[in-house]
């Protein structure tokens, strides 16, 4: 068991994903565009894409639909939302690539002896792909993705889900995200928080109320490692 800069006792470190331990917008946005040129809408720019990443695919369909001027609703979105699947697996890892750190980072926790977990809007089988190429997936204890009997972050059900898996109590774990959601969710959750900036916040990252920022994941294993005061964690 290793103890914070925040002076917790941390036994599971929980995930993110896009945005946090893969930078996946490339992809998305492709598939997101293959949808609106389906529709006769024009596409968009993966700055843009970027910015509508983080509350699941169905989200980001919806939003994509609603900043082309074309806002979708009910059968119809879900017709979409489909499209937008279908589009999304055939492209999962074409242009993905890992974040600065990530597989570094998850090396040093798991030698500490802690345990991970990954939590993510992401479909499940989408995650699990993304994970399996970037030979991840062994590394983590539990990978919980979107699915229909869970549900999504912000709410604290899916960090739970991971947490029971794992059997480690909530006070005792930690989420790694990089966004307004994933803090939110920790603390729904009754976890700590830390939020990794470079990912698809658009908020200033100091601003989302996690107990630590860092500058990206190679100072992570410092920070919930080596015990010191937390205004000198805060990067």
């Known amino acids: 068991m290793s103890r914070t800069a925040i002076g917790l006792p941390v036994r599971a470190v929980l995930f993110d994903l896009d945005g946090t ?16 040129a389906g529709h006769r809408e024009a596409p968009l720019p993966v700055g843009a894409v970027r910015g509508m990443v983080g509350n699941g695919i169905a989200k980001l369909v919806e939003r994509a639909f609603a ?18 699947m279908d589009a999304y697996q055939g492209c999962l890892t074409e242009r993905t690539v890992l974040m600065p750190g990530a597989v570094d980072a998850v090396e040093s926790l798991r030698e ?29 204890g539990v990978i919980v993705g979107g ?8 709410a604290p059900d899916m960090l739970l889900a991971a947490l029971a898996q794992l059997s480690v ?14 803090v939110e969710a920790a603390r729904n959750a009754c976890v700590r928080s ?42």
């Open 21 to 36: 331990l893969v930078d996946s917008v490339a992809d998305l946005a492709a598939a997101v565009n293959a949808v609106l």
């Open 67 to 84: 900043a082309s001027g074309k806002p979708l609703e009910g059968q119809t979105l879900d017709e979409a939302v489909a499209e937008m």
């Open 112 to 140: 500490a002896g802690l345990l991970l977990g990954l939590v993510t809007n992401k479909p499940q089988d989408a995650t699990g792909a993304i994970m399996d190429h970037f030979g991840l997936a062994a590394r983590f």
């Open 147 to 154: 699915r229909a009997d869970l549900a999504r972050k912000p």
């Open 169 to 182: 109590d909530p006070e005792n774990a930690v989420m790694v995200g990089d966004s307004a959601i994933d």
């Open 194 to 235: 830390v939020l990794v900036r470079g990912g698809y916040a658009e908020a200033d990252p100091d601003t989302l109320g996690a107990d630590i920022v860092i500058d990206n994941l190679t100072a992570l294993a410092e920070a919930l490692l080596a015990p010191r005061d937390v205004t000198n964690a805060i990067a």
